[in-house]
């Protein structure tokens, strides 16, 4: 009784006082502080009891191997009169529970007789090592297989990466548990539909905590935070695991009220928690609010020095988030592209230069910030020379050259990158953008229109609400006023006071301008919407 409380000196004020002790009382003692981790104890009672029995040796295999002391579990193994079949299963216990790959297949293979236990400890092992032939070859050969053994397979394919094998699996299994569900359902989250995963979440008999805060990520990573506060609100009880993934889901989403309303309730808040207020924090802007919450946290973690950074950087003030990244305790390669990108955001590109070439460590990151930079300060040729000096590129980088050759109005080199992308077989949104503003800005409605239609079809690039303004705007520049006006009325799209402007912008007639105005206003007024009409005015 005392034992199973955890009172191991009252049990053993017990047994001392026992004037007769027999086998039993020796084992029942040993086996109170075996069970209860008290291990030098246990092997001083060992090495005193006046008998031994089987039992007494498989216990302290089996205990032994659980605190980690392999080497000893061996030699009580080892020294055995005989053994059983469980002794020789505590021992490959011991072994593969602590990590012993050569050691647990050497037992294995010496075994006389095996059971279940023996056969899942060896495919546990190789499951957890991520050794997926090994793990299945000994599936394979299992005489008979029990629900542990196929959770652990499954496991082992959705670790690793597998999906495909992971479904086989599941659905060839007998018979399920919530374990198998939830692998599954963690499984859907990544590499599924969130249809496909709400329906295996609603297929589960009974769900619980841990399945319940995966549909929340679930629902969290495809953006639905109202579903998963919904979910979250129909649960009778959550753990810190839940509130944080339902704090991310409304951070992932931008819903910062929601979110500050989750971080108040939250009966307890770990490091995890706050670095994600923080992180909403930062990306609505919030300066005092992030600082707020920073200064409360117990311990930073290089996530939260970042994570503030980004928002000083968003603040605009240089020389508190400069002051911020000098106080910072290790700068990183995040911690110094973040306090880079501040710079060329901000067009301070002499700062940014210096920060760059002081820089140990660069990435496509790194050179892809200061070339965006150059662009956006209107220095194409130095953005053309860090492109050309750049170790390797990937799409932003691409993207970002694209973007500065438009703003410098350089169509010709527009064309000549974009080219070589599409031989390169980069194809995304941005780069249609850049290709299609070009086309607008040489007056090619007929090279526009084409590149558009190849984006969808050859691409398979759905056009987006900036790629029907790139067509308006070119429409409009070279004359087709109503084709453009046509375009707008048309397209699958709600017109925004910049896609009347572009119209606007190139109306020559007054009864075209006054019309386009009036639509403009009845969208937003502003002053640009005016000098333009104003121009119409003058032009009649």
Not at 56 to 81: D, H, T, W
Not at 362 to 378: F, H, N, P, R
Not at 399 to 428: K, P
Request: hydrophobic share 45%.
């Amino acid at each position: 009784m005392y034992g199973k409380l955890s009172r191991v000196k009252d049990a053993r004020q017990v047994f001392d006082r026992m004037c007769d002790k027999d086998s039993l009382s020796w084992f029942l003692m040993l086996a109170v502080y075996a069970q209860n981790g008290h291990m030098e104890e246990a092997k001083l009672m060992f090495s005193q009891m006046p008998e031994r029995s089987l039992i007494s040796f498989n216990m302290m295999i089996s205990s032994l191997g659980r605190c980690g002391c392999v080497q000893e579990a061996y030699k009580i193994f080892n020294n055995m009169p005989h053994r059983d079949l469980v002794s020789w299963n505590a021992v490959i216990s011991a072994y593969g529970q602590n990590g012993y790959i050569n050691e647990t297949v050497q037992v294995f293979d010496a075994m006389p007789e095996r059971d279940m236990i023996s056969w899942t400890v060896v495919l546990t092992l190789h499951a957890n090592n991520r050794n997926l032939e090994e793990a299945k070859n000994i599936f394979e050969k299992m005489p008979e297989r029990d629900l542990a053994a196929w959770n652990c397979m499954l496991n082992a394919y959705s670790q690793s990466g597998y999906p495909q094998e992971a479904r086989r699996v599941f659905y060839s299994m007998p018979q399920r548990s919530l374990i198998s569900w939830t692998v599954m359902l963690n499984l859907s989250a990544v590499n599924s539909s969130l249809q496909e995963t709400k329906n295996i979440f609603e297929a589960i008999p009974e769900n619980n905590l841990v399945s319940c805060t995966s549909m929340i990520s679930a629902y969290a990573q495809s953006g639905y935070h109202l579903e998963a506060k919904s979910l979250f609100d129909r649960m009778p009880c959550w753990n810190l695991v839940t509130w944080t993934a339902m704090l991310a889901a409304c951070v992932r989403a931008g819903s910062i009220f929601m979110a500050e309303d989750i971080f108040k309730k939250m009966p307890f808040k770990n490091p995890v928690a706050c670095n994600a207020m923080l992180a909403g924090y930062a990306h609505a802007g919030k300066v005092e609010q992030a600082k707020c919450i920073f200064d409360k946290m117990p311990c930073w973690s290089l996530v939260s020095w970042s994570s503030l950074l980004y928002v000083y950087a968003g603040s605009r003030d240089m020389d508190l988030t400069r002051r911020f990244f000098d106080k910072m305790p290790y700068q990183q390669l995040v911690s110094w592209n973040t306090m880079l990108d501040a710079y060329a955001q901000n067009r301070y590109m002499a700062e940014a230069r210096v920060m760059f070439n002081a820089m140990v460590e660069k990435d496509v990151i790194s050179w892809t910030i200061m070339l965006a930079g150059y662009g956006l300060s209107g220095q194409s040729s130095l953005a053309r020379k860090t492109f050309a000096q750049m170790p390797g590129k990937n799409e932003v980088s691409w993207d970002a050259m694209l973007s500065a050759c438009t703003q410098a109005g350089d169509s010709i080199s527009v064309f000549e990158l974009f080219h070589t992308m599409q031989m390169a077989g980069i194809y995304n949104q941005v780069g249609f953008v850049s290709a299609l503003n070009a086309h607008g800005q040489v007056g090619s409605v007929k090279c526009a229109r084409s590149c558009f239609v190849s984006m969808a079809f050859d691409c398979g690039i759905q056009p987006c609400h900036q790629h029907y303004s790139c067509i308006i705007d070119g429409l409009a520049r070279a004359g087709y006023i109503d084709n453009a006006r046509e375009l707008i009325g048309n397209m699958p799209f709600v017109p925004t006071s910049l896609d009347w402007l572009c119209l606007l912008a190139a109306c020559r007639s007054l009864e075209c301008g006054t019309c386009v105005s009036k639509w403009v206003s009845g969208i937003a007024s502003s002053r640009a919407m005016y000098s333009l009409l104003a121009n119409v005015w003058a032009w009649h």
